[in-house]
Structure formats: structure tokens, C-alpha cells
């Protein structure tokens, strides 16, 4: 599966992708009431970019992760954190310790690698009453050095013949925000979203890189990977001075957890 692509490589995962900015984690922190010693569940924690902050504020993690190399990372940056633990196995296969429940279950740009048949009833089921399921989404907008990614366009169009003509990155108040799952959910109240924008310089190298933890550059063929990124650099370093600007949208969407309505008597 195309999921299992990011566990090839996990020191260069932990190297290239940046952590959440710090106002995302503190909004996630208040809005779950987070306080040290609470119960967190995080789905999908990669190599911790989320779980490090939250193990920071004294939350006890248990983190369920899909690759055994990325785990491996994780482990190794929670070393200063003794109640955070990872286990190793799907998320669509794991069950928590009998008579355990989370005040948080979170999952961070992991979202949409999860079946849609069980990700919000197994999230949801996680909690206590009253806790917070919080999903954190993350897109790629218009910003930044916007000529370079429009130039870029053409190295994709000749590398990756999947690449839709023209392609362009979406502005902010474009990007739909997809909450239809958790609204739906009998389990699930009111949902919030608070949006994050930031924007991130980053040499020839470091954004290279980036672009190898991609699952979609991952998956080409190693000779079209090899001449996208060669083509990518070569733009970089000839048009922009050897570096260039992304500018990124996260999502912060929550909603607690309710008890269903239960039918009246004799109904």
C-alpha cells in the first residue's frame, strides 16, 4: 500500500518534516484541557512532530504507528518522556488496554491513510465522555515563492505524466474544509476548525528532501523520481538563489465526544 512508502525512510522523515506550529499545539492543548499526567491517543504520529510537543506539556501518549522504522525514531525522540509510549501495528487493528480511555485522540496529517469504515468510530470509541477527538490536516496553498512553484509545474508535467496541465496551488479561503465525517457522528458534537498558515524557506537540499517523504514522489519510478528532483534543483539554483518559500494551511478540527439520545420508553 502507498502508506507503507514513508517507513523506507524514516531518518529522512524525521529530518525533512517540520513540527506543527507551536499556536496549533497550544490551541490543541487548551481546547482538550490538557494538563500533565492526561491520557492522549495519537493515530499515525509518524516520527513525532506532534507527539514531542504534547509529551513536552506531560501528557501520557500511548502513539500507535503503522511503520516499525518510524516507530523506532519516535521512540528515540521521546527518550525524555517516560509516559509516552509507541506500539507498532495498524490503527484499524489496534485495541486499547481494557478499561482504558483517552481525554484526547488525535491524529495529525494521518488522517486520510486510515479506512474510512472504522477511523471516527475507533477514535470516537477511544474516549471518555466529554473527550476530544482533534484532527490536524495539513495543505500545501499559493504563497510564498509563488513564480518557482508555477515553474515547477513544467518539471512535473515532464516527469510525472499523471500531473494534471497547469496545476496550481489553491489560495487559503479556497481550501474546503472536510468535516463531513465527524459531523455525521451521533458519538460527536459540535465541530470547531481554527486554521494555522505559516510559511517556510528552505534551501535546494532541505526542499529536495521534503519532496522524498512525499508518498507520491516516492512512488515513481526511480529514473522519473531521479530527473523531477534534478530538474526541481536546477530551477532552485539557477531562478531563485538556492532557495525557496512553501507556504503551508493546518487545520485544527475538534469536536468531543456525547453520549448518543436514547429513544424514549416504549419506542
Request: proline content about 9%.
Amino acid at each position: 500500500m502507498l502508506r507503507d512508502v514513508f517507513d523506507e525512510d524514516a531518518e529522512l522523515y524525521d529530518r525533512a518534516r517540520p513540527a506543527y506550529p507551536a499556536a496549533l499545539v497550544e490551541a490543541l492543548i487548551g481546547e482538550a484541557g490538557l494538563t500533565p499526567g492526561t491520557r492522549v491517543l495519537e493515530v499515525g504520529p509518524g516520527t513525532g512532530q506532534l507527539t514531542v510537543p504534547l509529551a513536552r506539556a506531560g501528557c501520557r501518549i500511548t502513539a500507535v504507528e503503522l511503520g516499525p522504522s518510524l516507530a523506532a525514531v519516535t521512540r528515540r525522540n521521546l527518550r525524555p518522556f517516560p509516559d509516552a509510549r509507541v506500539e507498532v501495528g495498524a490503527f484499524e487493528e489496534w485495541r486499547p488496554p481494557p478499561g482504558r480511555t483517552f481525554a484526547l485522540s488525535v491524529c495529525a496529517t494521518a488522517f486520510h491513510w486510515i479506512d474510512p469504515a472504522v477511523r471516527v468510530p475507533r477514535m470516537t470509541a477511544a474516549l471518555a465522555p466529554g473527550g476530544t477527538l482533534a484532527l490536524v490536516t495539513t495543505h500545501h496553498v499559493a504563497g510564498g515563492s509563488r513564480e518557482f512553484f508555477a515553474e515547477a509545474q513544467d518539471c512535473y508535467e515532464r516527469w510525472d505524466p499523471a500531473t494534471p496541465p497547469g496545476l496550481r496551488a489553491s489560495e487559503e479561503d479556497d481550501v474546503a474544509s472536510d468535516t463531513g465525517e465527524l459531523d455525521v457522528s451521533d458519538r460527536l458534537g459540535p465541530v470547531r476548525v481554527r486554521r494555522f498558515s505559516r510559511e517556510i524557506t528552505y534551501t535546494t537540499e532541505a526542499y529536495l528532501d521534503v519532496l522524498r517523504t512525499y508518498s507520491g514522489h516516492r512512488a515513481l519510478p526511480a529514473p522519473a523520481r531521479d530527473g523531477l528532483l534534478a530538474c526541481i534543483a536546477g530551477l532552485i539554483d539557477r531562478r531563485y538563489g538556492g532557495s525557496v518559500t512553501k507556504r503551508y494551511l493546518h487545520e485544527l478540527i475538534t469536536a468531543r465526544r456525547v453520549e448518543p439520545p436514547t429513544a424514549p420508553p416504549g419506542v
